[in-house]
C-alpha cells in the first residue's frame, strides 16, 4: 500500500516556479515532522525543507541553498505537505521525496519521487 505519492514536479526554465505535493497516510501526517528532500545526480538525498507536527507545526527550516525561494506548508485536511518552488535554479535539479523527519532508513519507507529539471 503506497504511504506516500509525490506529485507536481516537471520541466521548468531557471528562474520559473513549480508547486510539488505529497499525499501522506494520516498516520505519518499527524504524529510526525515532515520534509521534502531531494537527490540530484552522483549526490545523496538531503533534506531540502522541513515543518513541524502538532503544537511545533509553525515552525520551519529550510537548507540555506533554497532560503527565502522554497515554502513547505501543511494541509490538514487534505493530509497533503507541499512544497512552493520560485526562482529555480538549474541546481534545483533533482527527484523530490516527501517524509517524515528524520528519514527513514528503510528503501520501502520512500515513494516514487517527483522529477525536478530545471533547464533553458
Known amino acids: 500500500q503506497v504511504q506516500l505519492v509525490e506529485s507536481g514536479g516537471g520541466l521548468v526554465q531557471p528562474g520559473g516556479s513549480l508547486r510539488l505535493s505529497c499525499a501522506a497516510s494520516?498516520?505519518?501526517?499527524?504524529?510526525?515532522?515532515m520534509g521534502w528532500y531531494r537527490r540530484a545526480p552522483g549526490k545523496q538525498r538531503e533534506l531540502v525543507a522541513s515543518?513541524?507536527?502538532?503544537?511545533?507545526?509553525?515552525?520551519?527550516n529550510y537548507a540555506d541553498s533554497v532560503k527565502g525561494r522554497f515554502t513547505i506548508s501543511r494541509d490538514a485536511a487534505k493530509n497533503t505537505v507541499s512544497l512552493q518552488m520560485n526562482a529555480l535554479k538549474p541546481e534545483d535539479t533533482a527527484v523530490y521525496y516527501c517524509n517524515k523527519v528524520p528519514g527513514p532508513p528503510d528503501f520501502a519507507s520512500w515513494g516514487q519521487g517527483t522529477q525536478v529539471t530545471v533547464s533553458s
Open positions: 494520516e498516520f505519518i501526517f499527524n504524529f510526525n515532522a
Open positions: 515543518i513541524g507536527s502538532g503544537f511545533a507545526a509553525g515552525i520551519t
